[in-house]
């Protein structure tokens, strides 16, 4: 297979990134399948450059039999501007997902920080330990596009953890190991709540003796 190595034509990413100007970003596509990405990585995801003020980004390697970066690329790169800031540029993984667990939650308690926070913590005991800061939820919003971003990167500046009511989660981490990992144990502790309250409306929390 000939390598194609020309950069695409210059596209708006639909949100303005200014600190990341210059950057480059590997980016799955629109559509495609994380269980492709290692079977065939030239299709199922694209390396992309960020044009000079953040606005616009251009495909640099990959995505060879057509398509586009995920939609969700205004929320991903809004999040990783944010998290470079934040964390001196130890964050390098945004990931996002639809576990259904969590998403389940989203239609039972409220969609405050505070309510998914506690019971997430309290259902397992490596919850405060995972994620020490708690989790963010942005309520049901049109995703895809700027005003979705601009709330996530929002409560990135505090968390590590966004979920997206009714949709999914939007997860941060210093490499891909500890970002899926924070992601599972979220919906791990989600799976668990949702299996107790399915046995009980009355949780037995921990008492002494
Ligand atoms: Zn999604």
Redesign the pocket.
């Known amino acids: 297979m000939k390598e194609e190595l020309v950069p695409g034509e210059w596209k708006p990413i639909g949100a303005s990134v200014p600190k990341l100007a210059g950057e480059y970003f590997l980016v799955t596509g629109s559509g495609k399948y994380f269980r492709n990405v290692t079977i065939r990585p030239e299709d199922s995801f694209c390396i992309i450059e960020l044009d000079g003020k953040g606005e616009n980004y251009r495909v640099c390697w990959g995505l060879v039999n057509g398509g586009r970066p995920t939609s ?1 690329l205004p929320s991903h790169l809004m999040n990783h501007e944010v998290k470079m800031l934040a964390t001196n540029g130890r964050h390098r993984v945004i990931y ?1 997902a ?1 576990p259904a667990n969590t998403i389940a939650l989203t239609f039972v308690l409220p969609l405050t920080d505070e309510a998914f926070t506690r019971e997430l913590w309290e259902m397992a005991t490596e919850c405060p330990v995972v994620f020490p800061d708690g989790v963010g939820v942005v309520p049901w919003m049109v ?1 895809s596009g700027r005003d979705i971003a601009v709330a996530t990167s929002e409560l990135m500046k505090k968390y590590d953890v966004a979920i ?1 009511a009714h ?2 989660i939007f997860a941060s981490g210093e490499d891909f190991d500890l970002t899926f990992g924070l992601m599972h144990t979220v919906e791990k502790s989600a799976e668990i709540l949702v299996k107790v309250r399915s046995m009980t409306a009355q949780k037995r929390l921990f008492e002494k003796d």
């Open positions: 969700e996002h639809h995703p997206w949709h999914g």
